[in-house]
Each structure stands twice: as C-alpha cells, then as structure tokens.
C-alpha cells in the first residue's frame, strides 16, 4: 500500500473511533443530548421541507436517495485507482446512447401500433430494421471506426440482454401464476 492509501485507511479509522467515543460518553453520560436533540429537530423540520420543494419543482419523480446514488456512480471511479475511468465513463455515454435508441424505437413501435391494418409480425420486422438503422445512424456519428465498432455491439448486446431478461421474467410470472 502507498502512504496515501494508509492515510487515507487511517483517517476513517479515526474518524470511526471519533463517532464512537462520541456516542459511547453520550451512552453513559448524557452530555450530548440536548445537542443531538436540537440537531433531530432542526432536521425534522428541514427534510420534509426539502422533499415538498422537490415535489413541486422540476425533480418531481425524482427521489434524493436516486440523486445521490447517481453522483456517488459518477464519482466512483475517481475514487478508485482500480477502475479504468475512461473505459466506465465511455460505457457510460454508450449505456445513454442505448436508453435513447430504445426510446425512440418505442415511440417508432406505437406510431406503427396505430395502423389497424399492419400484422404483428410485419410490426416486429419494421421495428427490428428501424433499429438497426438507427442504431447504424449513431455509430456513423463516431469518427472513430473502434468506437463506432463497440457502440454498436455493446448496444446490441443490451438490446438483446433486455430482450433475453424480459423472457425469463415472462417465463417465471406464468411459473408463479400456474402454482
């Protein structure tokens, strides 16, 4: 380990050390309550607050607890030398990528849906070609052939991930609905 990693190792064992020797003099002697009273309250108050505001603004939908979860995985490889960031960051923009051409193929498969006279496997066909020429589309967007290379597999493999987890959950809600 590096002197940083150490120190960093030993700060959190301090501050550990800290909140315990805190709440273990708090446990005998009560010093703290008021304080921790005060802080309970103040909270109390200010959370309920802070959610409503929420509620009506524009993060409506949105929860603190999916906020800081987002942040934290935005963080994470900067926090760890172990993990290649620009290899998470790029499959991060190529996971977004993928959201998107999932997306608008849906909004391609209820505009097709709207046509009475379309059979249904004319409609699964459209939507499989739509999605290869949007998917072929995005990957001629990179200037870089690699790129483009694992965008479009990397996208496929998702489209076909989803497709193959949606099956199994179909599989395992007729096993549970049968028993």
């Known amino acids: 380990m590096k002197k940083k990693d150490y120190f960093k190792l030993y700060l959190l064992l301090f501050l550990i050390f800290l909140i315990t020797l805190f709440f273990v003099v708090n446990y ?3 010093i703290f309550d008021p304080f921790i009273n005060k802080i309970l309250n103040k909270s109390g108050k200010i ?3 802070t959610e409503s505001f929420l509620l009506k603004q524009a993060f ?3 929860s603190i607890g999916t906020l800081i979860l987002v942040f934290i995985l ?3 490889p900067l926090l ?3 993990i290649d ?3 998470y960051y790029r499959d991060f923009f190529f996971g977004i990528l993928t959201a998107v051409v999932f997306y608008i193929t849906e909004q391609f498969k209820l505009i097709i849906t709207k046509f009475t006279a379309v059979d249904f496997l004319l409609i699964i066909l459209a939507m499989i070609v739509f ?3 949007l998917i072929e589309a995005i990957a001629s967007l990179f200037k870089n052939k690699k790129k483009a290379s694992t965008f479009k597999s990397q996208t496929i493999a998702n489209i076909l991930s989803g497709i193959v987890f949606s099956m199994i959950l179909t599989i395992v809600k007729t096993f549970i609905i049968k028993q």
């Open 47 to 49: 959370i309920p607050q």
């Open 131 to 133: 999605t290869y020429i």
């Open 80 to 82: 760890f030398k172990s």
């Open 28 to 30: 005998f002697t009560g």
């Open 74 to 76: 935005l963080v994470y």
């Open 85 to 87: 960031s620009s290899e």
């Open 60 to 62: 409506a939908g949105i």
